[in-house]
């Protein structure tokens, strides 16, 4: 969309399916020429000037429509959709997909096996809390995973809610085997922020680049 006008992605916004197609093919050529077999199709925000009530209906049904037709276009390349609901409470109150619940339901809706959850642990620690049954409950769904303390969105290991080597191995107990994106505003640099996966490797017996130390 246009970020300039304050749009958000577009996948839900309503009479602006041709710009999100557009944008969609526009995403496939860039993904193919890096090979990263996932796409983030953003909802998008409420348009300026209406009541979220009063739009929801056909912000569901475009959403539903687009979803379904990305769906089929990534499918020729065998690529994954992935929907990301994003907390209204802090870091967009205009987003329209704001919670798991909320994202599994119009991937039910839609009906199409690659479409996946992209679950960002930060967003949805302020939505709704109650990580671990969440994880348990929408694993099947989720093709990509997310993380940031909370409240700072800052480094795992930064002070904030959230218990992050219990989530990780969680996640190894559910079977999780995908990437998990570092989404977090580092409170130094790139490095400096990625110093804590040093200590957690340390923590578990791994070397860095998680190899096993009895494996060496």
Same mark, same amino acid.
């Given at each position: 969309?246009?970020?300039?006008?304050?749009?958000?992605?577009?996948a839900?916004v309503?009479?602006?399916?041709?710009?999100?197609?557009?944008?969609?093919?526009?995403?496939?050529?860039?993904?193919?020429?890096?090979?990263?077999?996932?796409?983030?199709l953003? !909802?998008?925000r409420?348009?300026?000037?209406?009541?979220?009530?009063?739009?929801?209906?056909?912000?569901?049904?475009?959403?539903?429509?687009?979803?379904?037709?990305?769906a089929?276009?990534?499918a020729?390349?065998?690529?994954?959709?992935?929907?990301?609901p994003?907390?209204?409470?802090?870091?967009?109150?205009?987003?329209?997909?704001?919670?798991?619940?909320?994202? !599994?339901?119009m991937?039910e809706?839609?009906g199409?096996?690659?479409?996946?959850?992209?679950l960002?642990?930060?967003?949805?620690?302020?939505?709704?809390g109650?990580?671990?049954?969440n994880?348990?409950t929408?694993?099947?769904l989720?093709?990509?995973?997310?993380?940031a303390?909370?409240?700072?969105?800052?480094?795992?290991?930064?002070?904030?809610?959230?218990?992050?080597?219990?989530?990780f191995k969680?996640l190894?107990?559910?079977?999780?085997?995908? +990437?998990v994106?570092?989404? +977090? !505003?580092?409170?130094?640099?790139?490095?400096?922020?990625l110093?804590?996966l040093?200590?957690?490797?340390?923590?578990?017996?791994l070397?860095?680049?998680?190899?096993s130390k009895a !494996?060496?």
């Open positions: 969309g246009d970020q300039e006008a304050g749009e958000m992605g577009l839900a309503p009479w602006r399916q041709a710009a999100f197609r557009e944008g969609l093919a526009a995403a496939v050529q860039y993904a193919k020429a890096v090979g990263c077999p996932r796409i983030h953003m !909802a998008g409420v348009p300026l000037g209406t009541d979220r009530a009063a739009v929801a209906g056909k912000m569901e049904t475009t959403f539903i429509e687009n979803l379904r037709y990305a089929d276009l990534l020729q390349e065998d690529m994954i959709g992935l929907v990301e994003i907390n209204n409470r802090i870091t967009d109150p205009r987003y329209f997909l704001n919670t798991p619940h909320q994202a !599994a339901a991937l809706k839609v199409r096996p690659n479409l996946k959850l992209q960002d642990l930060f967003h949805c620690q302020i939505m709704d109650n990580l671990s049954r994880l348990e929408y694993f099947p989720i093709g990509h995973i997310q993380i303390q909370v409240p700072g969105r800052h480094e795992p290991n930064s002070p904030g809610e959230l218990n992050f080597p219990y989530i969680l190894e107990s559910l079977g999780y085997t995908g +990437y994106g570092c989404e +977090y !505003a580092p409170k130094g640099d790139t490095l400096e922020g110093s804590w040093r200590s957690y490797w340390e923590s578990r017996g070397q860095h680049g998680g190899t !494996a060496e």
